[in-house]
């Protein structure tokens, strides 16, 4: 899920490059890098990812200048365009995702592109948006294709962490066995195997890797919320090492979802030139923070 730790680079879906599947590219100093795909992207849909590309084909390789170019050339629907600047993806024309987003909102789909080519279209006065906060960002990622290249959000709420001593995954392979850690993470899987007498393992991934997590029965009664509901799951309990094997045994548990809604609310005060936006300027409404689901298995 995060691939950013992965060995192999990674570049994010973008009209301009990205196929449906996820493809290998070359870079000019001959690294093997992944392009995501429109795959990704929630709700877009195979069809219309087909459609963006064949448009795409059809310019012998011309890629799309700007929105407006993407959309008299593919002719799909603003609200398919939308999807796309949710996830970012119009990098390659230089436009940050919240400026996309403005964008998007001038697509007029009662009037027709062929109109837009001859000079019908109304030409509005360029604004300056603030730029999104990390937070903000990552939690747009994770809305619109599951996951962020930015950054992990743990990686951004670990100033806050370290003082309630949640130490990272990572140092769970250099902890001594038996011994008391406390680590948090989002929620990735859940199983509750029916071999396994009501024991449930749980699978928490922070910024530098993931945490097993085992909780027994009589611990799940009394944790019953935060072991079913958490998207961001604190534990304290007992460090239990099996040869390479690691499992932190549940003590206590905490639901710290609400953290990652702190994330999706950052602002920040830096604005792209050349002007900003007045107060009577109409502002696009932003999608709502992912909601980080996990895999869950009974």
């Not at 290249?149 to 100033?159: F, I, N, S, V």
């Not at 199983?191 to 910024?207: C, H, K, M, N, Y």
Request: glycine share 8%; hydrophobic share 35%; charged share 25%.
């Amino acid at each position: 899920r995060d691939a950013r730790n992965h060995d192999v680079g990674v570049r994010p879906v973008d009209v301009n490059h990205s196929n449906w599947d996820c493809t290998l590219e070359s870079t000019h100093d001959d690294q093997t890098v992944l392009r995501l795909g429109f795959r990704q992207v929630k709700g877009l849909g195979e069809k219309l990812a087909g459609t963006l590309i064949a448009a795409r084909d059809a310019g012998n390789g011309r890629p799309f200048s700007d929105m407006d170019d993407l959309w008299r050339r593919s002719q799909i629907m603003p609200s398919a365009i939308e999807r796309l600047a949710r996830a970012d993806a119009f990098g390659s024309m230089g436009l940050t995702r919240r400026r996309a987003l403005w964008d998007v909102r001038r697509l007029n789909p009662d009037q027709l592109p062929l109109f837009t080519e001859m000079g019908e279209g109304i030409v509005e006065p360029d604004v300056g948006l603030p730029l999104m906060a990390p937070g903000e960002e990552v939690s747009h990622d994770y809305a619109s294709i599951r996951l962020s290249l930015k950054h992990h959000p743990l990686a951004l709420l670990r100033a806050e962490l370290d003082p309630e001593n949640v130490i990272p995954t990572a140092q769970l392979a250099e902890t001594e066995n038996g011994k008391q850690v406390t680590v948090a993470g989002l929620v990735i899987t859940r199983q509750r195997p029916g071999t396994a007498s009501g024991v449930i393992f749980a699978t928490l991934e922070d910024e530098t890797g993931i945490a097993n997590v085992i909780v027994w029965p009589k611990l799940f009664e009394r944790y019953r919320r935060e072991t079913l509901g958490s998207k961001l799951l604190c534990v304290t309990g007992e460090l239990q090492r099996e040869g390479i094997v690691i499992h932190v045994i549940a003590r206590k548990m905490r639901d710290l979802t609400g953290r990652l809604m702190t994330l999706a609310n950052e602002t920040t005060p830096v604005l792209e030139p050349p002007h900003y936006a007045g107060d009577g300027a109409k502002r696009p409404t932003y999608i709502k923070p992912g909601l980080y689901p996990s895999r869950d298995f009974h």
